[in-house]
């Protein structure tokens, strides 16, 4: 048994607060800051790096003879298995869905803003008959480009590549090439229609409409369905009591006049598309003009940043981080 396969098994079992310590000590990697490794996963490549606030969900195991970098602020989900001869690289701000199966016998390249859906399946070589009998074997990288969103169930063989800005359907077949600003769906995965197209150009209007009604979700399902919250709306802004304190979440839209900041004494959350602007202390915003939020320790704070994330695709970056 190699000094490596007996990390990958001492990391399985290790708690989350010593993982990327071993990986550092035993391993050299380059682990950034805030990553977290959880409970019975593991992961182990010749070369590992991981960016500030990656995260690999437990049950999750990666095991790749190649290098391993996971970008900043990418997540792997539980239950996924990563295994193969070469490696595989995450870009920034990526996602792997719960249950995925990813083998890189060649190399796997997922993006920056990219997607892989529940239980995607990406294959890098496929072959079974013996092909000293005259059947075919196929090698050949992955690469998913930026700004892409594979949905569940997507199946990438040998060799697939999709251009950056597309969107595949869910249970798709991709064995080709899709160009940059692909909508894709089927088996084989053929074009159906344009990123460009389909995309609405978002002015500072749209954008505060587009806010409000994200506020408007996280009260009915996360506060009043999920909290049992007596949620009020008042001209946009949603006012409610938590664990005894006063809540109030608004909008400061980008346009009109500047957002009234209230004095009744009440924690108060803004959704800022108002450019360059921010709410003076303690109140707490999240910034959708520029993707920014703070490390602020709220519960209600860092709920509203995960309902975005998981509902809606707004991934925030720590504001004290380039």
């Given amino acids: ?76 989900s539980s239950f996924t298995l990563v295994y193969g001869a070469r490696g595989l690289r995450l870009g920034e701000h990526s996602y792997i869905g719960p249950q995925c199966l990813i083998n890189t016998e060649e190399e796997v390249r997922i993006g920056r803003w990219s997607a892989l859906g529940a239980r995607c399946m990406v294959y890098t070589h496929g072959s079974f008959l013996p092909f000293t009998e005259g059947y075919w074997v196929r090698f050949g990288p992955v690469s998913i480009g930026d700004y892409v969103w594979c949905a569940a169930g997507v199946f990438l063989q040998p060799g697939a590549e999709v251009g950056d800005n597309s969107f595949v359907n869910s249970r798709s077949v991709v064995g080709g090439v899709l160009p940059p600003g692909s909508v894709a769906e089927g088996n084989p995965a053929r074009l159906v229609g344009e990123m460009g197209r389909m995309r609405r150009s978002m002015t500072p209007r749209r954008r505060d409409a587009a806010a409000a009604q994200m506020l408007r979700h996280f009260g009915e399902l996360a506060l009043a369905d999920g909290h049992g919250l007596a949620v009020r709306d008042e001209q946009g802004a949603l006012r409610f009591t938590f664990r005894g304190h006063a809540y109030n979440i608004a909008v400061a839209g980008a346009q009109g006049p500047a957002p009234a900041v209230s004095a009744d004494g009440a924690r108060t959350i803004w959704l800022v598309c108002r450019p360059a602007w921010r709410p003076p202390a303690p109140d707490l915003w999240l910034d959708l003009d520029r993707m920014r939020m703070t490390d602020a320790r709220d519960h209600i704070y860092s709920e509203l940043a995960l309902f975005l994330k998981r509902y809606y695709g707004v991934q925030l970056a720590y504001d004290e981080e380039d």
């Fill in 1 to 76: 048994m190699s000094l490596r396969t007996l990390i990958f098994a001492l990391l399985f079992v290790l708690p989350p607060a010593l993982k990327p310590w071993v990986l550092r000590t035993c391993c050299g990697a380059q682990v950034g800051r805030h990553v977290h490794i959880g409970w019975f996963a593991s992961l182990m490549g010749r070369h590992i790096s991981l960016g500030d606030r990656c995260a690999i969900r437990p049950l999750t195991l990666i095991r790749c003879d190649g290098d391993i970098a996971v970008g900043r602020y990418a997540l792997v």
